[in-house]
């Protein structure tokens, strides 16, 4: 069982950055693909970016493109969501989630591991 953990959520103005973490308790992240989702509040729970596995690939929604960014640390013990020109529409719960040699995949199914979500809230 791979329990992970997000940190870094808050309060920013339009404009600011937050970068979001997801560590996996107890184990490092080799040979996972982790993904990164949100859920503002009435909608359904939506991608916004992936990394694979072995950290060549990585994919972003049109959305957050240009704006986000995903990476894993050295240690392989946290992958980060650097998020940048943050917009009121990226207000959301955002979630952190991994699947051991998955496939780089934007649906939520697809992913067996489920953080419990960190607050990223944008002021206009």
């Known amino acids: 069982q791979v329990q992970l953990v997000e940190s870094g959520g808050g309060l920013v103005q339009a404009g600011g950055s937050l970068r979001l973490s997801c560590a996996a308790s107890?184990?490092?992240?080799?040979?996972?693909?982790v993904g990164w989702f949100r859920q503002a509040p009435g909608k359904g729970r939506e991608f916004a970016a992936v990394?694979?596995?072995?950290?060549?690939?990585?994919y972003y929604a049109d959305s957050v493109k240009g704006r986000f960014t995903v990476s894993r640390d050295d240690a392989k013990t946290t992958v980060y969501l650097q998020m940048n020109s943050l917009k009121p529409e990226d207000t959301a719960v955002y979630y952190c989630?991994?699947?051991?040699?998955?496939?780089?995949?934007?649906?939520?199914?697809?992913?067996?591991?489920w953080g419990q979500g960190t607050q990223v809230t944008v002021s206009s």
């Open positions: 107890g184990r490092s992240f080799i040979g996972y693909t």
């Open positions: 990394i694979s596995a072995n950290d060549i690939t990585t």
């Open positions: 989630a991994a699947v051991f040699l998955g496939r780089t995949s934007m649906r939520p199914e697809d992913y067996d591991y």
